[in-house]
C-alpha cells in the first residue's frame, strides 16, 4: 500500500549546523510529497511541498527534492536555528483520492 | 482569526465517560478531517468529510461518532471512553477533497484517567 517512511529521531543539532531528515515514499500512482511542521503545542503547518518528479520545494531557508528513482524526499537545511526545533512530518498523496499519508514524524531540537 | 479551531484544547476525564470535540473553520473549505496522534507523534487519519458527506472512515472503534451539521463544522463525539483514547486530536480541512494543502487546527489533548 501507500506508505510514507522517515528517520527515526530524535534529531539534536547545533545551531548552524547542516539538516538532513531522510524521507522515503511506496505509492501506487504519481504522488505530490509534503513537508509539514508541528512546533510545540500547535498544528501542524505545511512547510514545503513538490508535484512531480525532479520538482524541489522550498521554503523558509529547507529544501527536498522529489526523486522518483530513489523515491525519496529528503528534507535538507544548511544552518539550522533554535527557532527550527519542531517535529518534521513527511507526506504523500495520491492525485486520485483526498488521503493522506504521514511519516512517524521526526523530532528537532536545535541548541545554541 | 483562527482558520481552524477546535475546543477543548485540554480534556481530563474518567474512563466510560462520554465527550465531544468541536471543529470549526472559517475558511470556506468543503473538505474536513480527523486525525488522531498518540505519545510516539504518529498521525492516524480516523474521518473525512465533503460537503458534510463521510468520504473516509477509516478502521476505528464504533464508540467514535463524526457529525458534520454543515461544512463548516465537524464534531467528534467519542462514548464509553477508554484509556487507549488518550491521545491529541487533530482537525484539518482542505478547499476541495483532491486539494493538496491540509490546514490543521491546534489540537485537543484528551487524557483519560
Known amino acids: 500500500g501507500d506508505s510514507v517512511t522517515q528517520m527515526e529521531g530524535p534529531v539534536t543539532l547545533s545551531e548552524e549546523a547542516f539538516l538532513t531528515i531522510n524521507c522515503t515514499y511506496t505509492?501506487?500512482?504519481?504522488?505530490?510529497l509534503f513537508w509539514y511542521v508541528q512546533y510545540p503545542g500547535e498544528g501542524l503547518q505545511l512547510l514545503l511541498k513538490?508535484?512531480?518528479?525532479?520538482d524541489k520545494g522550498s521554503n523558509k531557508g529547507f529544501e527536498a527534492t522529489y526523486r522518483k528513482e530513489t523515491t525519496s524526499f529528503h528534507l535538507e537545511k544548511g544552518s539550522v536555528q533554535v527557532s527550527d526545533s519542531a517535529v518534521y512530518f513527511c507526506?504523500?498523496?495520491?492525485?486520485?483520492?483526498?488521503?493522506?499519508?504521514f511519516g512517524t514524524g521526526t523530532s528537532l531540537t536545535v541548541i545554541p | 482569526d483562527t482558520a481552524v479551531s477546535q475546543t477543548p484544547k485540554y480534556l481530563v476525564t474518567q474512563m466510560g465517560n462520554d465527550k465531544s470535540i468541536k471543529c470549526e473553520q472559517n475558511?470556506?473549505?468543503?473538505?474536513m478531517y480527523w486525525y488522531k496522534q498518540d505519545s510516539k507523534k504518529f498521525l492516524k487519519i480516523m474521518f473525512s468529510?465533503?460537503?458534510?458527506?463521510?468520504?473516509i472512515n477509516e478502521t476505528v472503534p464504533n464508540r467514535f461518532s463524526p457529525k458534520s451539521p454543515d461544512k463548516a463544522h465537524l464534531n467528534l463525539h467519542i462514548n464509553s471512553l477508554e484509556l487507549g483514547d488518550s491521545a491529541v486530536y487533530f482537525c484539518?480541512?482542505?478547499?476541495?477533497?483532491?486539494?493538496?494543502?491540509?490546514?490543521f487546527g491546534s489540537g485537543t489533548q484528551l487524557s483519560v484517567l
Open positions: 505509492a501506487t500512482g504519481y504522488p505530490s
Open positions: 468529510y465533503n460537503n458534510k458527506e463521510l468520504i
Open positions: 475558511l470556506g473549505h468543503d473538505t
Open positions: 513538490a508535484t512531480k518528479a525532479d
Open positions: 484539518a480541512s482542505t478547499k476541495h477533497a483532491t486539494n493538496e494543502k491540509l490546514f
Open positions: 507526506a504523500l498523496k495520491l492525485t486520485t483520492g483526498n488521503q493522506f499519508y
